[in-house]
């Protein structure tokens, strides 16, 4: 949200803008504060140098008119301002949302290296997925794929249960009104086709349960400690998609016999069923053994992806067009 434009051309004038602005209608001194900055300028090169100055400006604002200062906080604070500078051009805003938006605020237990919320999402509807059959997500980690595609298909708005936005903390916020409007989104629906996630490793597990809980899910998903290379498929023909280890901890060998395995497992115990598979192993993803239908290129965070897609058909793929 706009607070207000201004030209400058010096780090003093920048000082006594912010300063004239009243924060007190914003924020009190018991809120605490984070500064982010970006610059686009010969003059204001320095992002933390415009933060430092921001902070200092708010802060000498409040110690002067009420001998108490906010504090700050970069990872979790209450008022969040944002500096955008375009050459000697300002705009000092209010950050409405606080931490990125991806982070719906279900996860509350996941992996160092989990997949992003928005990433799953995506996967999902590149799938082609809409509920309208059984959704298999072995290798489920933290569980973020089944619980996008539950959350898709129970039509549950992301970003409603579990999380706050940073507007929440506005000194003008409204919550009876936001409650209003979380009452006008489309109830959610009930769904009866099974959504299935399972780990070999019972951490993951956990997690995956702690997670669908927070979202309110735990009766809408089956999830259970499974092998996926052992496994026996309970559903029929069904959509599967895997986000295997990319190679991180297994020897090169031993990760294209492992993702020859999954190839293996998917064509004998899958048939009739659709498979994605999403990794960063450009190399071993090659050792699946079975001709994709359809690639997809796409990026977890910078390492380059890819997203196959394996029709599964039951004998040969002549057999089932014959039939």
């Given at each position: ?19 004239a602005i009243d924060w ?88 160092q290296a989990s997949l ?126 895997l986000n295997p280890p ?78």
């Amino acid at each position: 949200m706009p607070v207000i434009k201004f030209r400058v051309h010096n780090e003093d004038m920048l000082y006594k803008k912010i300063k004239a602005i009243d924060w007190t209608q914003y924020m009190t001194y018991k809120n605490s504060i984070a500064i982010d900055a970006v610059t686009f300028s010969r003059q204001f090169r320095n992002n933390h140098y415009v933060e430092l100055k921001t902070k200092d400006a708010i802060v000498d604002q409040f110690r002067e008119k009420t001998s108490l200062r906010p504090s700050v906080d970069l990872k979790n604070a209450d008022i969040r301002i944002n500096v955008h500078v375009q050459d000697t051009f300002f705009t000092v805003s209010l950050d409405s949302s606080g931490n990125s938006l991806h982070q719906r605020g279900y996860r509350k237990y996941s992996h160092q290296a989990s997949l992003s919320e928005v990433l799953a999402a995506g996967i999902v509807l590149l799938s082609g997925w809409t509920g309208d059959r059984p959704f298999i997500n072995p290798m489920c980690g933290s569980g973020t794929l089944a619980l996008e595609a539950a959350m898709i298909a129970s039509n549950i708005f992301p970003g409603i249960t579990g999380r706050k936005y940073a507007f929440q903390n506005w000194k003008d916020f409204d919550s009876l009104l936001f409650e209003r409007v979380l009452e006008s989104l489309p109830a959610p629906i009930e769904n009866s086709v099974p959504v299935f996630a399972s780990d070999i490793d019972a951490e993951s597990v956990r997690m995956t349960r702690n997670n669908a809980r927070v979202l309110g899910l735990e009766d809408k998903l089956i999830i259970k400690k499974e092998d996926f290379i052992d496994s026996e498929p309970q559903f029929g023909e069904a959509t599967v998609i895997l986000n295997p280890p990319y190679g991180e901890r297994l020897e090169k060998e031993n990760m294209d016999e492992f993702y020859n395995k999954i190839g293996s497992t998917l064509k004998h115990q899958y048939p009739g069923s659709t498979a994605f598979i999403f990794s960063a192993n450009l190399d071993a993803i090659k050792y699946v053994g079975l001709k994709p239908d359809a690639k997809f290129k796409l990026f977890n965070g910078p390492l380059e992806c890819r997203l196959l897609k394996y029709q599964l058909f039951k004998g040969t793929r002549k057999d089932s067009f014959q039939n």
